[in-house]
């Protein structure tokens, strides 16, 4: 649950959205839902918001929606759990004394410029804590992000050279992050931080994770230690890790703590912009408003990915489907759809009873991959062969190591034979 701010209902207007309900300092924004405290603390649904496949935002009066007129201002929610956040900031502060304040250790405290690390920033500030705070600079943040910790004095972490920044190893590497195969935070965030502190200093980070945010993080206590660190010695404070998202949205409009602007847009989340998996049309819809650049930039990139690597043999889906939804992960469907097929052909160059019999293609000789299943034939050059050496109207396919086999070719003579047929102008490959 967070602040619903005016920049966000300048978003919902500019999609033809009704806002006449919008009231400054008094509604919040849980799940796609705008709520609100009525005076005694009870949360009442207002609005849902709901975002479609194609982008459309549509904002709905709540089927739990009573019409009421007694809500509470954010001055007045803070003022009900004043004792609440005191007492939760005391604990804080209790804990940041115990293992911050007359310890031989380094202290780093990591910000992201985000809501949670923002509070353990203030909160070690107010307990005194002698830190030095680092900002990674993931180059998939913001503008605003990167300003705002600029603009705090924090220090920089970069990214090793060799992977440059988050786009340039996209282009390099050919590799599209999905919700089963990230490599960001690891590249970007993680491993620079391993590399960045001598692995003989004795260290103590400062991190804003909470057991809320997820099952995950749930069974966190006190003092954590990342895998990744080995065996050096580093420890993990986490001072408001009991927090809920509402304590830590009181504590920063009762103390006036800074806001990342993407809060204030309408986004659960400040880190990763545009490219994470994990954001859905919800967040989407959001990027295309406030970061027309990046979204666009984003989703060429998309494209040109699946039209280089044939993306329609493997997710059963056409381009716009790949961009709008597939491409964070899966195949799309398990069989394409005669769009997919009419789409595959349109950009081969070939008659759309040719192009079918590339999809859901298996090595007819009962090969299988390492999960010990029936071998998918995904890749383009080796199902042009087969009907290459074989004729257009086979209906069985051969995988690429028994098409070697079966032709006595080695790696260097199949490399010869598709780069051949190519420059014959083959359409099949």
């Known amino acids: 649950m967070q602040p619903v701010y005016s920049e966000f209902v300048e978003f919902l207007d500019s999609h033809g959205c009704d806002t006449s309900w919008y009231k400054d300092g008094q509604l919040w924004l849980d799940n796609n839902i705008i709520k609100a405290f009525k005076r005694g603390g009870q949360v009442v649904w207002l609005f849902r918001i709901s975002v479609d496949d194609n982008l459309n935002v549509t904002v709905k009066k709540h089927s739990k929606n009573k019409g009421y007129t007694e809500l509470e201002t954010w001055q007045e929610t803070i003022c009900r759990n004043q004792d609440h956040l005191k007492e939760i900031e005391s604990k804080s502060i209790s804990l940041l004394h115990e293992y911050c304040i007359n310890t031989d250790r380094r202290i780093i405290n990591t910000n992201s410029t985000g809501k949670d690390s923002m509070v353990v920033t203030h909160l070690a500030n107010k307990a005194g804590v002698n830190c030095e705070t680092y900002f990674n600079v993931t180059t998939l943040d913001v503008a605003e992000s990167n300003q705002m910790a600029k603009r705090n004095g924090f220090k920089h972490i970069y990214p090793d050279p060799q992977y440059g920044g988050f786009y340039k190893y996209v282009h390099n590497s050919g590799i599209i992050p999905t919700r089963f195969a990230r490599f960001c935070c690891t590249y970007f965030k993680e491993r620079p931080t391993v590399d960045y502190f001598p692995a003989e200093d004795r260290l103590l980070f400062l991190f804003g994770i909470r057991n809320e945010e997820s099952s995950q993080r749930s069974n966190y206590e006190d003092i954590t230690k990342n895998p990744m660190w080995g065996d050096r010695d580093w420890i993990g404070v986490l001072p408001i890790r009991k927090w809920t998202e509402l304590d830590i949205w009181l504590y920063i409009l009762a103390e006036g703590i800074e806001v990342n602007p993407k809060y204030k847009y309408g986004y659960t989340r400040?880190?990763?912009?545009?490219?994470?998996?994990?954001?859905?049309?919800?967040?989407?819809?959001?990027?295309?408003?406030?970061?027309?650049?990046?979204?666009?930039?984003?989703?060429?990139?998309?494209?040109?990915?699946?039209?280089?690597?044939?993306?329609?043999l493997v997710m059963n889906c056409t381009i716009d489907e790949y961009i709008l939804k597939a491409w964070t992960g899966g195949v799309y469907r398990?069989?394409?759809?005669?769009?997919?097929?009419?789409?595959?052909?349109?950009?081969?160059?070939?008659?759309?009873?040719?192009?079918?019999?590339?999809f859901n293609r298996y090595c007819e000789n009962g090969c299988l991959n390492t999960r010990g299943q029936p071998l998918k034939l995904k890749d383009k050059a080796t199902l042009a062969m087969n009907m290459k050496m074989f004729g257009r109207d086979i209906q069985k396919f051969k995988c690429k190591k028994c098409l070697m086999k079966e032709f006595g070719w080695s790696?260097?003579?199949w490399d010869k034979q598709v780069c051949d047929f190519k420059n014959q102008g083959c359409k099949l490959f």
């Open 270 to 312: 400040v880190g990763c912009g545009i490219a994470c998996p994990y954001y859905t049309k919800y967040t989407w819809v959001l990027d295309r408003f406030w970061y027309p650049y990046l979204y666009n930039r984003w989703r060429d990139i998309l494209k040109h990915d699946f039209i280089d690597k044939n993306k329609w």
């Open 411 to 413: 790696q260097d003579q």
């Open 334 to 358: 398990p069989e394409p759809t005669d769009d997919v097929i009419q789409e595959y052909a349109q950009y081969n160059e070939l008659d759309e009873n040719i192009a079918e019999k590339y």
